[in-house]
């Protein structure tokens, strides 16, 4: 995903001009085998952001990401800290269509995808960015390193100063429930209270430079 360059037909375009287009894509063969799009749901603009890498059975149909058990827990994670949707997070994945049988995406989908994934970021102008799971890693940040090793470091939207945090993906929580100390599901309870903090520390500095 080349974050250095944007398409110019969704450059100069509004949010919902971009959703439209999305919504009529037929750039990979995603296309064919998807009930709705699914764009992304949240504010726009919004401090927080968050990348999933692809949508599943239930967001397939309600055309909304992260609606299916793995985005109840994800909605349990964020309330935890007071992070509430949809009005405190911007929600959107690495591709707009389902892959068959919930398969991670590929890349050259991703690719396909990526224009809409640049004007989201533009039009939301996060001040963080969550990246939830591998896929979305190795699409936004060209890495190959495990989210094992990765997660809960602060790291930089290539090209820009957004800071931009790896988490465990909810799904890969479901599959390990234990909230014992030092397992995944503890791991991203301290990961997502290491963000509250650092959003409130930009809306602090928003408050004190008005």
């Not at 995903?1 to 990979?28: G, H, I, Q, R, W």
């Not at 994934?117 to 936004?140: D, E, F, N, T």
């Not at 790291?155 to 429930?177: C, D, Q, S, W």
Request: hydrophobic residues 40%.
């Amino acid at each position: 995903m080349d974050l250095f360059s944007n398409e110019p037909d969704l450059f100069s375009l509004s949010y919902n001009e971009v959703k439209a287009l999305a919504e009529k894509c037929t750039k990979c063969q995603l296309a064919k085998g998807r009930t709705k799009v699914v764009f992304g749901n949240g504010p726009v603009p919004c401090d927080l952001m968050l990348i999933g890498e692809a949508p599943g059975a239930d967001e397939d149909l309600q055309g909304l990401p992260f609606v299916g058990r793995a985005g109840q827990l994800l909605t349990q994670i964020l309330a935890s800290v007071g992070i509430n949707r949809p009005d405190d997070i911007y929600i959107a994945n690495t591709v707009k269509c389902r892959p068959p049988e919930n398969r991670a995406p590929l890349a050259t989908e991703q690719e396909a995808c990526s224009g809409y994934l640049q004007a989201q970021i533009r039009l939301v102008k996060p001040k963080i960015i969550l990246l939830a799971g591998s896929p979305a890693v190795k699409a936004i940040l060209k890495s190959d390193e495990p989210i094992t090793t990765i997660r809960g470091k602060w790291l930089k939207l290539p090209g820009t100063e957004i800071p931009v945090m790896p988490l465990f993906h909810p799904a890969y929580l479901l599959r390990n429930p234990s909230k014992e100390k030092g397992k995944p599901k503890w791991l991203t309870w301290q990961d997502i209270q290491e963000v509250k903090n650092a959003l409130d520390y930009y809306k602090k500095v928003a408050e004190l430079s008005q």
